[in-house]
């Protein structure tokens, strides 16, 4: 058997692709069992059975650390361990290069053809037992390499020492590291496909992220969290539309900070919510980008570890444990999930093996100039499928409820914030990335194919049709869509002067004729809060007492409104300044009764929405809403009624958005009787002048506004009432 010395100065010099070619023990007819090992910490290295006892050293035939050497009396394989010394140090190992592949020919043909959808449970580092050895299975496509090894501080970061195997055409290298387990750290270094040695990179599949500075992936595998929410996972509905969702959206690392400024961790963060949400009476928990991120000015909208919990605030166990905790008190979990792009950074995808492999290389294609990130290449089979196998591991194994994707619109259109001659047409000439298109659709029948009862949302800002509409009705798939065109316009309508409000009362109104057309989401979320646009309190007009009670006013009309709804953290008490990632909300200012007054009111919000099906029931269903008078410009006054299914009571929302005590105001109402008023923005519990009806109107016969019936009622100024008819009287 030759062992020519290019193959053996190939292992010393980090170029060998084909490691197990040279490496390990073979059987010769001739010359009988030998075994090659490469050991540069080593001054001897001996053969020893399993138990350690020794059988035959091997004889170092290179000066930097080549050993070989035949075993005497032996003819086959057999199990082996190398016992090796230097100086006063000995040690015993196993040798990486006895063990047979990782991975079978079931997972190398499934990813060949980009159809493992949840190839997150192959690729990656996995502690297992192989042969009854414990250690670590890694495996990482790099189709283009000539050589990938694993480093770290077990092999003293040396990319020499455990080159990997290549599984065939699918461009997979995987290596069983025998002694690597849980929470040790390492990288992949990468031949490049000219040669080139490239900068060490992070695990694309890794589950876990060494903490901030550190850029190295640690191995940990599929979370060991003993999940006991059973009854919620096997009791979510498979339809929200006509659930209520009410959406608390955070930014985990400025929510609330320890009192040294230090970030929550994930056990920490998960007890103030579960304590928080329930008492806001919040259905669900949304979290600003989760997956590991360089950079945490960029909030998490630029990841690179899109199996990886940021460890930031803890284990991936502990995110488990966490989101474990909100669903045992009724908490939905969302999280935002990014597929649209990347950053470049060294360590993470971009030209992960020498060449644009995650990524398209013609930046017409690749680059997004508006965040300086790289965007995925969606027709590539490979990468659509570690994209969908992401979707899947965060709501499977993670037991999240929901993603947020972000960012859709920009995967939609190929010329997005791009200028004539800088994109490139699709086949057809246009302008629709339909690879990107593709990819969505598959995504939303896959999840709701692995994990019946999660929902998929889109941040998608354009009228590109049917995007909550199902796939096999030509939609994208998603469940819901953000309403931007509602957040945009009834901001602007409530930034304006209340003088001036009669001017642009279709900004209030015009939002109703599209109410239906997609499944929508209100959303006010963290972009509405920074870069300028100030605090949601800080875009109301007029005095401080104006501000709070138009701010009241607002909360109530988007929650009498036709949606789901979504409110950034802060918001719900009326948070004075912008929102700052590198500090706590200001929660000293409850002690104020007009920021304890906002928060309450939201509360209260939140139960209505959630205890009475005609304020959710028919979110995305025309049936479910009804102008009562929705042209009273002149008076600022909009009133319309929210419908359930049959039989259950409609609820009358009223809003003035005038500064102004309307009296003797007369409103049309669908049946006679009295009506109590369940709610009112202007409740002295709320901080407002508690102007209304002393609990109740009564409507009679008398006819209004195409109602059946009317009631003459006072409304308070700035201000939203809800009424409920009074079965008793």
């Given at each position: 058997m030759d062992f020519s010395g290019d193959q053996i100065e190939a292992i010393l010099r980090g170029r060998h692709g084909d490691p197990f070619s040279i490496l390990g023990m073979f059987v010769d007819a001739q010359e009988g069992v030998i075994v090659n090992v490469f050991a540069p910490d080593a001054a001897e290295v001996i053969v020893t059975d399993p138990q350690g006892h020794d059988i035959t050293p091997l004889e170092r035939i290179h000066a930097e650390g080549f050993f070989s050497g035949r075993v005497p009396g032996r003819t086959e394989r057999f199990d082996y361990r190398l016992r090796l010394r230097a100086g006063d140090h000995e040690w015993l190992r196993d040798d990486p290069y006895?063990?047979?592949?990782?991975?079978?020919?079931?997972?190398?043909?499934?990813?060949?053809?980009?159809?493992?959808?949840?190839?997150?449970?192959?690729?990656?580092?996995?502690?297992?037992?192989?042969?009854?050895?414990?250690?670590?299975?890694?495996?990482?496509?790099?189709?283009?390499?000539?050589?990938?090894?694993?480093?770290?501080?077990?092999?003293?970061?040396?990319?020499?020492?455990?080159?990997?195997?290549?599984?065939?055409?699918?461009?997979?290298?995987?290596?069983?590291?025998?002694?690597?387990?849980?929470?040790?750290?390492?990288?992949?270094?990468?031949?490049?496909?000219?040669?080139q040695l490239l900068p060490q990179k992070a695990d694309p599949v890794g589950t876990r992220a060494e903490p901030s500075p550190g850029t190295a992936s640690v191995v940990e595998g599929r979370t060991r969290h003993i999940w006991r929410d059973g009854g919620w996972m096997k009791g979510r509905p498979a339809d929200l539309r006509g659930k209520p969702v009410s959406i608390y959206e955070?930014?985990?690392?400025?929510?609330?900070?320890?009192?040294?400024?230090?970030?929550?961790?994930?056990?920490?963060?998960?007890?103030?919510?579960?304590?928080?949400?329930?008492?806001?009476?919040?259905?669900?928990?949304?979290?600003?980008?989760?997956?590991?991120?360089?950079?945490?000015?960029?909030?998490?909208?630029?990841?690179?570890?899109?199996?990886?919990?940021?460890?930031?605030?803890?284990?991936?166990?502990?995110?488990?444990?966490?989101?474990?905790?909100?669903?045992?008190?009724?908490?939905?979990?969302?999280?935002?999930?990014?597929?649209?792009?990347?950053?470049?950074?060294?360590?993470?995808?971009?030209?992960?093996?020498?060449?644009?492999?995650?990524?398209?290389?013609?930046?017409?294609?690749?680059?997004?100039?508006?965040?300086?990130?790289?965007i995925y290449n969606f027709g590539r089979r490979e990468v659509a499928n570690f994209l969908r196998?992401?979707?899947?591991?965060?709501?499977?194994?993670?037991?999240?409820?929901?993603?947020?994707?972000?960012?859709?619109?920009?995967?939609?259109?190929?010329?997005?914030?791009?200028?004539a001659g800088e994109w490139i047409p699709n086949a057809a000439g246009g302008r629709e990335n339909l690879e990107a298109i593709d990819f969505l659709k598959r995504t939303n029948e896959l999840v709701k194919q692995e994990t019946p009862g999660a929902a998929m949302i889109a941040e998608e800002s354009t009228a590109f049709p049917g995007v909550s509409r199902p796939v096999d009705e030509g939609g994208l798939g998603f469940d819901f869509k953000w309403n931007m065109g509602w957040m945009h316009d009834s901001l602007k309508y409530m930034a304006e002067d209340p003088i001036n409000r009669k001017y642009h009362h279709e900004k209030m109104t015009f939002g109703l004729i599209y109410a239906f057309s997609e499944n929508f989401v209100l959303p006010i979320s963290h972009d509405e809060v920074v870069h300028g646009k100030g605090s949601m309190l800080g875009k109301m007009p007029g005095d401080r007492w104006q501000k709070f009670a138009n701010l009241r006013a607002?909360?109530?009309?988007?929650?009498?409104?036709?949606?789901?709804?979504?409110?950034?953290?802060?918001?719900?008490?009326?948070?004075?300044?912008?929102?700052?990632?590198?500090?706590?909300?200001?929660?000293?200012?409850?002690?104020?009764?007009?920021?304890?007054?906002v928060r309450r009111l939201v509360a209260d919000l939140n139960a209505l929405y959630r205890n009475h099906g005609a304020l959710h029931e028919r979110d995305c269903d025309p049936a479910g809403f009804q102008w009562i008078d929705g042209g009273n410009a002149q008076d600022n006054?909009?009133?319309?009624?929210?419908?359930?299914h049959d039989g259950t009571d409609p609820i009358v929302v009223v809003c003035n958005m005038a500064p102004v005590v309307r009296e003797s105001f007369r409103i049309g109402m669908p049946y006679s009787g009295r009506w109590r008023e369940v709610l009112n923005t202007d409740a002295a519990d709320y901080g407002g002048s508690n102007v209304g009806n002393g609990g109740s109107v009564v409507a009679t016969d008398e006819g209004a506004h195409g109602q059946p019936a009317s009631a003459i009622m006072t409304i308070p100024p700035l201000a939203t009432m809800f009424l409920i008819r009074d079965e008793t009287g």
């Open positions: 006895r063990f047979g592949p990782v991975l079978g020919e079931m997972d190398e043909y499934l990813l060949a053809e980009g159809l493992h959808e949840e190839l997150y449970a192959k690729l990656g580092a996995h502690p297992m037992i192989l042969a009854g050895n414990d250690g670590t299975g890694f495996a990482v496509w790099a189709p283009n390499a000539r050589r990938v090894s694993v480093v770290g501080g077990f092999n003293s970061w040396d990319g020499r020492r455990n080159p990997m195997r290549r599984r065939g055409a699918s461009g997979v290298w995987e290596l069983f590291i025998p002694d690597i387990g849980r929470g040790d750290i390492y990288k992949y270094e990468i031949l490049g496909v000219h040669g955070v930014h985990p690392g400025s929510w609330r900070r320890g009192s040294d400024g230090a970030f929550l961790d994930y056990e920490e963060m998960g007890a103030l919510l579960v304590e928080y949400l329930t008492e806001m009476n919040f259905t669900h928990v949304e979290f600003l980008p989760l997956t590991e991120h360089p950079f945490s000015g960029s909030w998490g909208y630029q990841p690179i570890g899109m199996f990886a919990p940021t460890a930031r605030f803890g284990t991936p166990d502990q995110f488990a444990q966490m989101v474990d905790r909100l669903h045992g008190v009724g908490i939905g979990v969302i999280i935002d999930w990014v597929p649209a792009h990347f950053p470049s950074d060294a360590h993470g995808l971009a030209q992960f093996d020498g060449t644009a492999l995650y990524e398209h290389a013609d930046p017409r294609q690749g680059f997004h100039r508006d965040w300086n990130t790289l196998a992401s979707a899947v591991y965060w709501l499977k194994d993670l037991h999240v409820d929901a993603l947020r994707v972000d960012a859709v619109a920009s995967m939609l259109y190929l010329d997005y914030s791009r200028e607002y909360y109530g009309w988007m929650w009498g409104h036709p949606g789901k709804k979504l409110l950034f953290m802060g918001s719900e008490f009326g948070q004075e300044r912008e929102w700052n990632h590198d500090q706590s909300l200001d929660w000293h200012l409850l002690d104020d009764p007009a920021h304890e007054g006054v909009f009133s319309f009624i929210r419908h359930g």
